[in-house]
């Protein structure tokens, strides 16, 4: 994703935190466990996400909501109504290099941005867990990829958290092979790799091969549970 405010963009949680709820307050509601994915940039969260779809659990990326919304009327309406119509491009889409530009930098359009996306972002992942819970048959998890799952005070939402952590070098390479713009800022904003891993429920390494990360990730899959 070229040029364009991810979840990796967004910090301010309180609307999903609202919409979602919180497990633990009746926890004989939900027999599917719900867990969050996180990791910097370029650590393979899409890849660990992927991997995870395919050992049955449902997944759902945030960022993926994002494209989606940015799709929507109600959303391509409101940036252009803020940053005029340099932000649509010339097929009616929303650009989100543009949005990129008027956001990056300027913590005030930021934070009006996060306030536009936020709840509807956090409506979906509602409907997500609400999909898996009457599954049947029910997914091993329904797991949520969202990159500042931590930085943006959400990780209560969750049974479960899993970190995904590669090296430094390898980090850098992947985010500027994916195109990511303004890779040093982005990471500024986020807590360190070791941070996250202290955090997180489980944490998995992300150096090796597409197999090695499926094993590992296998291996926590088994390990869930939902809180009683």
Do not use: C
Request: avoid cysteine; aromatic fraction near 4%; charged fraction near 25%.
């Amino acid at each position: 994703m070229a040029a364009a405010p991810s979840q990796d963009d967004l910090n301010d949680g309180r609307a999903s935190r609202a919409a979602v709820g919180r497990p633990g307050h009746d926890a004989t509601a939900f027999r599917v466990p719900f867990v969050g994915l996180t990791g910097g940039l370029g650590s393979g969260k899409s890849t660990a996400l992927a991997a995870l779809g395919r050992l049955g659990a449902a997944t759902l990326s945030t960022d993926a909501v994002v494209h989606e919304l940015y799709r929507s009327d109600e959303v391509r309406d409101a940036v252009a109504a803020r940053w005029g119509a340099d932000v649509i491009r010339a097929d009616g889409a929303v650009d989100r290099g543009a949005i990129a530009r008027h956001v990056f930098g300027d913590a005030a359009e930021r934070e009006w941005l996060e306030r536009l996306l936020w709840p509807l972002v956090g409506g979906r992942v509602a409907a997500f867990r609400t999909e898996q819970e009457a599954a049947d048959p029910a997914p091993k998890a329904a797991v949520v990829e969202t990159p500042l799952l931590f930085e943006a005070g959400m990780a209560g939402i969750y049974d479960a958290t899993i970190a995904i952590v590669a090296d430094e070098d390898v980090r850098r390479t992947r985010a500027a092979a994916r195109g990511h713009e303004a890779v040093d800022e982005r990471t500024a904003r986020q807590l360190t790799q070791d941070e996250k891993a202290q955090r997180a429920t489980f944490v998995v390494h992300n150096d090796g091969s597409e197999a090695d990360l499926e094993a590992a990730l296998s291996s926590v899959l088994a390990k869930l549970h939902v809180p009683r």
